[in-house]
């Protein structure tokens, strides 16, 4: 696919204010058997987890927060740090919105971080000043990305709630200056890190989880995570599995993270017929050809690693050629949207696997319901882990605020607090994710039918399944696995 260029474009940037949002409220766990979650090519979502039948304590987001807002008045704010004045704070979020490829990729993550703007500075701000954000596509352009970075630790405090999947020289995160001139490096809050070098960055920490060692060894065969959760709960429905991954294949990076879920639902029991790239060019004829591999294999399990548009084109052309047999159609996060609802009956029954509360029970937690809210009615699956991605900068910035003083926003302070921030989005998540390399165990299912996302898994509204067993561990060189993927 061709999207890297060597020309330094440049992005119109937008600037919006951002705010902060209020502690949520708890959510109950749920420990029950051995069920299970399924896992996303390079769409994984959110932070660690832990089962039980306790409720979550409204976590430190509430407690830092009144601490913070106490310390505002007992001395002048000042301008601290680049992107910190007496007034603002300002940030960047870079997403992947504007590529010909995928027009509006990742745009949820912008308006989710727009709204938050709104609310937060309508709720007090952060760290006793206003939120300011500003807005970088990075255009599925390793160009871009490269570019976004280096305004970012020109201009802002820090990234927060981005998503750019082609990000490879990530060393200026590394080595940014801070104000006294010293490159300490630049904090990011990222939503969805899917390339191994931002995974991997000292400075970065991921909503999204992180599957990579980042033992400093990032090539060759490696121990990776795998969720496969999903795939044992499917395992439920149709006990020996058979079938197609179709993996996105327009990014190189998208094709390797494909392959640890590959072989992890391998470990899980799948029986694969093949692995076949699918791009997000292609017609729904061109869907034909996963059709017939599910056809002539016997397959009775089909696993989207793509988006929900082609989805909706296999679901749609599966139809078309008369394929009867396939008792499983699962997708990832990628397929919980507004817009795979218009799918009409042809997407109906199709299995969809996320590590937060649906949007669906807003009603069971605050800060879903303040997403929900904030953003119409029109909640983004992407602009969700942005939110999330929001919420812990904030709870960061406020925890230097009540432990130090306004004025100690910096971003050594912010990188510091960043490696020990216990985290949860008030319950929107799994409880207790503490560091910032991390791969949750936690998930709910929900199945679409008439239009409507329908919760499978856990049953209990506003639980996660969260147990150890719904990750596994897999041996696997991706490069030379992703060579052989078709």
Avoid at 270 to 275: E, L
Avoid at 286 to 291: C, E
Avoid at 325 to 343: M, Q
Wanted: proline share 4%.
């Amino acid at each position: 696919m061709p999207i890297v260029t060597h020309e330094i474009v440049n992005s119109v940037m937008v600037r919006q204010v951002v705010q902060q949002l209020p502690g949520g409220k708890q959510v109950k766990r749920f420990r029950a058997g051995v069920l299970i979650a399924a896992l996303s090519v390079s769409i994984l979502a959110v932070g660690c987890g832990r089962s039980g039948s306790e409720s979550s304590e409204s976590g430190s987001g509430e407690s830092s927060t009144a601490k913070a807002n106490a310390n505002c008045t007992k001395e002048a704010l000042q301008a601290t740090e680049i992107g910190v004045t007496a007034d603002t704070i300002s940030v960047e979020v870079m997403a992947d919105t504007g590529s010909p490829l995928a027009p509006g990729l990742f745009q949820g993550n912008v308006d989710a971080m727009n709204a938050y703007a709104k609310w937060i500075n309508a709720n007090g701000g952060v760290g006793c000043r206003q939120l300011k954000v500003e807005a970088w596509d990075s255009k599925l352009d390793a160009t871009e990305s490269k570019n976004g970075i280096i305004n970012a630790c020109k201009n802002d405090l820090a990234m927060v709630g981005g998503n750019s999947l082609f990000n490879p020289d990530v060393s200026v995160i590394g080595n940014c200056a801070d104000k006294a001139g010293q490159p300490v490096g630049l904090p990011v809050f990222a939503a969805l890190a899917n390339d191994v070098n931002e995974q991997c960055a000292a400075n970065v920490w991921v909503m999204q989880a992180v599957a990579e060692p980042c033992n400093g060894t990032n090539t060759g065969v490696r121990d990776l995570k795998a969720f496969v959760g999903a795939t044992k709960y499917y395992q439920t429905v149709q006990p020996n599995l058979k079938g197609v991954f179709l993996v996105p294949g327009d990014l190189p990076t998208t094709i390797q993270s494909a392959t640890y879920q590959i072989e992890g639902q391998k470990q899980a029991g799948v029986n694969w017929i093949d692995a076949l790239k699918v791009s997000g060019r292609s017609e729904q004829s061109a869907f034909n050809t996963y059709v017939q591999a599910l056809k002539n294999g016997g397959g009775n399990y089909a696993y989207m690693g793509s988006n929900d548009v082609a989805m909706t084109k296999l679901r749609k052309e599966a139809t078309a050629q008369g394929l009867t047999g396939v008792d499983v159609w699962a997708c990832s996060l990628a397929c919980y949207t507004e817009n795979f609802k218009t799918g009409g009956s042809a997407v109906d029954g199709t299995y969809v696997w996320m590590q937060f509360i649906p949007f669906e029970e807003a009603s069971s937690n605050k800060a879903v319901k303040a997403y929900v809210d904030a953003v119409g009615g029109k909640p983004d699956s992407f602009g969700a882990q942005a939110w999330q991605s929001a919420m812990a900068f904030t709870q960061a910035v406020n925890e230097i605020v009540a432990e130090k003083g306004p004025n100690a926003i910096t971003r050594p302070n912010l990188l510091a607090k960043m490696k020990t921030l216990s985290f949860d989005a008030d319950g929107w998540i799994g409880k207790a994710r503490t560091g910032q390399k991390v791969f949750s165990d936690c998930m709910a299912i929900m199945q679409i039918n008439g239009g409507k996302f329908e919760r499978v898994f856990p049953k209990e509204a506003g639980t996660l399944d969260c147990k150890p067993e719904n990750v596994v561990t897999v041996k696997i060189d991706p490069a030379a696995a992703a060579a052989n993927v078709k």
